[in-house]
């Protein structure tokens, strides 16, 4: 089994930056695969990024690619999303999500275990 936390989620001008952490328990957790995911009202949760074990595989959606990056601490199992020249379509709850796999994945329902979300707000 896994917990995850979210943090770091607030309201930021755009243009602006945050750093989301997501905290893991479990004695798993650097076997796993971790992603960031968001929702925005009315919409389908979206995969936003995703890293491997040791950070060799890293995947980014097409829509944060040069302006996000995740990168994981297992000594603190604690996963990041730095997320930079924030718009107000980034604006969404931001959900952290474990994957009992090596391998990295895209899907919502290749995750087994998920947070509780983070509200992050760019505002124009």
């Known amino acids: 089994q896994v917990q995850l936390v979210e943090s770091g989620g607030r309201l930021v001008q755009a243009g602006g930056s945050l750093r989301l952490s997501c905290a893991a328990s479990?004695?798993?957790?650097?076997?796993?695969?971790m992603g960031w995911f968001r929702q925005a009202p009315g919409k389908e949760r979206e995969f936003v990024a995703a890293i491997n074990w040791s950070g060799s595989s890293i995947y980014y959606a097409n829509s944060v690619k040069g302006r996000f990056t995740i990168s994981r601490d297992n000594a603190k199992n604690t996963v990041y999303l730095q997320m930079n020249s924030l718009k107000p379509e980034d604006t969404a709850v931001y959900y952290c999500a474990s994957r009992a796999s090596p391998i990295v994945a895209v899907s919502t329902t290749q995750y087994n275990y998920w947070g509780q979300g983070t509200q992050v707000t760019v505002s124009s």
């Open positions: 479990g004695r798993t957790f650097s076997s796993y695969v």
